[in-house]
């Protein structure tokens, strides 16, 4: 079975600065895809960034970056330049077909002026 | 209209009641989601619908009814909900069924009294 782990319930950065989001995953699937998504208080769903697993180099898009490290099967979000913007809810989720998508709990991110 | 809409964005409902929540895409994707984000939990996946046809039911309770009349339109029927049914109801839809990128709906805030 698939699992999401997300272990920070909420985090707060300053605005300009890094943040890396947390996730771990687990599953016996040897091809899977992992991606974020992120919720504002309007309770859309974003998509951010997607990562194969078989992908050589980690994902970017814009200011989000994807930190995957298969062997320790993690797959941190990283977002570079905090904005007020960014305030939202952040999730982990894995795809290993078959329409299984697992998301994890989320991480609250507070961004601080 | 562009993206994925879904009516109503609140609804409040007794557990005799019968209502239903409505999805649209516009964005001309062959599949289509309905999940469940309850509080301190991790999203649900209830139905999954390719070319109007139910292809995945993760075990939600008959309450709840699904109905895919064509491949822009997403149903979900509720009779008899029960308080625990609460939710944010989130729908989805992708370019073709199993895709990881999916765009979401802003969802419809339910609550059972």
């Known amino acids: 079975a698939q699992k999401i782990t997300q272990t920070q319930p909420g985090m707060f950065v300053q605005e300009k600065e890094a943040v890396t989001l947390d996730c771990t995953y687990d599953t016996s699937d040897p091809s899977y895809g992992l991606f974020w998504y992120k919720q504002p208080s309007s309770g859309e769903m974003i998509f951010l960034i997607y990562q194969g697993s078989y992908d050589q180099q980690n994902a970017t898009e814009g200011r989000y970056s994807l930190n995957f490290q298969k062997a320790r099967k993690s797959a941190n979000l990283v977002i570079s330049a905090s904005q007020l913007g960014d305030s939202a809810m952040y999730f982990c989720?894995?795809?290993?077909?078959?329409?299984?998508?697992?998301f994890g709990a989320g991480t609250r991110l507070f961004v601080k002026a | 209209e562009t993206g994925v809409t879904q009516t109503p964005r609140h609804l409040v409902m007794g557990m005799t009641n019968k209502k239903s929540l409505k999805c649209e895409q516009h964005?001309?994707?062959?599949?289509m989601y309905w999940y469940k984000q309850s509080a301190k939990k991790p999203l649900e996946l209830m139905f999954v619908y390719s070319l109007e046809e139910r292809v995945e039911n993760n075990s939600v309770p008959s309450r709840f009814s699904p109905e895919c009349p064509n491949s822009s339109h997403l149903f979900l029927h509720l009779h008899t909900l029960q308080p625990e049914d609460s939710a944010l109801y989130l729908c989805a839809s992708s370019q073709a069924p199993g895709d990881s990128e999916q765009y979401f709906g802003p969802g419809t805030r339910l609550t059972v009294t």
């Open positions: 989720a894995i795809d290993t077909g078959g329409f299984k998508t697992i």
């Open positions: 964005l001309g994707h062959n599949a």
